[in-house]
C-alpha cells in the first residue's frame, strides 16, 4: 500500500518537475528598450501560437517554449529584422501551426473550406424550414 502510494505521489509530482531550472532567456520577459521596436515586437507576439498551450499567444503564455520563442522575436525585431521576416522564420521552423491565420494550401484548406460550408448548409436548413412554415 505505501508502493502504491508513493508511486502515485511521484506521479502526480512529474509535471511541477517538468519546467526546467535555466534562468529565461534576456529577452523572454524584458522589453526592448526602443519603445517603437517593442510595439512592434508585441504586435508579432500577439499573432504567434505558443505551442506548448495551444490556445495562448506566446505574449500571453508562461510556458519556457513560449519564453524562448519571445525572447527570440525580441531580439530578431532588435537587430533591426523585420516582423515579417521573423514570422517567415518561426513559420519555416515550427509549422504553419504557429501562426493563428495559416496560410491557404491543401492541408488547411478544410480549415478555410469547412466554416463557408457549414454556414451554407445551415441557410439550406434555415430556407427549407421558413418554406415549410408558409405552407
Not at 68 to 92: C, F, K, Y
Not at 100 to 128: K, Q
Amino acid at each position: 500500500m505505501k508502493l502504491l502510494a508513493s508511486l502515485l505521489m511521484l506521479l502526480l509530482a512529474g509535471p511541477a518537475l517538468a519546467q526546467s531550472n535555466l534562468p529565461p532567456a534576456r529577452y523572454a520577459n524584458t522589453q526592448i528598450a526602443d519603445p517603437a521596436k517593442e510595439a512592434e515586437a508585441r504586435a508579432l507576439m500577439e499573432t504567434l501560437r505558443c505551442l506548448v498551450c495551444q490556445g495562448q499567444s506566446i505574449a500571453d503564455s508562461d510556458a519556457e517554449m513560449a519564453a524562448d520563442m519571445r525572447a527570440l522575436v525580441r531580439s530578431r525585431i532588435a537587430t533591426g529584422e523585420s516582423s515579417a521576416s521573423v514570422r517567415q522564420g518561426l513559420i519555416r521552423s515550427y509549422g504553419d501551426y504557429v501562426t493563428y491565420d495559416p496560410p491557404l494550401s491543401p492541408v488547411t484548406a478544410p480549415l478555410w473550406i469547412a466554416p463557408l460550408l457549414l454556414l451554407a448548409i445551415g441557410g439550406l436548413i434555415a430556407a427549407r424550414s421558413f418554406k415549410r412554415k408558409r405552407r
